[in-house]
């Protein structure tokens, strides 16, 4: 079935920029949706952005659009989450998540997906 691991969490200011990555292991990735959740503390677990297994397709959140940019390299089995431009709110555990899907589409909906890595913090300080 595979792993995934997310990686490139940390402390960062408001306003600052922090990339997160995904390495999944045991799997062909170029055939997998993939997707980024995060939860807040006291919160659900919210969709931030997703990619199709093509990298030619991305949906975000409207709270990250502009701000995050999801990309992906297949043939180093990683994905990506660039943050910029970060704000208090946006602070959380940070989910990778992976479905395999042969369709070039996205996926916003986190019962959508059924493999998920372990999480990363980003506290975004003021």
């Known amino acids: 079935q595979g792993q995934l691991v997310e990686s490139g969490g940390g402390l960062v200011q408001a306003g600052g920029s922090l990339r997160l990555s995904c390495a999944a292991s045991g799997r062909t990735l170029s055939s997998y949706t993939m997707g980024w959740f995060r939860q807040a503390p006291g919160k659900e677990r919210e969709f931030v952005a997703t990619i199709s297994r093509t990298g030619d397709r991305t949906n975000y959140a409207d709270s990250v659009k502009g701000r995050f940019t999801i990309s992906r390299d297949n043939a180093k089995k990683t994905v990506y989450l660039q943050m910029n431009s970060l704000k208090p709110e946006d602070t959380a555990v940070y989910y990778c998540?992976?479905?395999?899907?042969?369709?070039?589409?996205?996926?916003?909906?986190?019962?959508?997906?059924?493999?998920w890595g372990q999480g990363t913090q980003v506290p975004v300080s003021s």
């Open positions: 998540a992976a479905k395999y899907y042969l369709l070039a589409a996205t996926l916003k909906y986190d019962y959508q997906y059924d493999t």
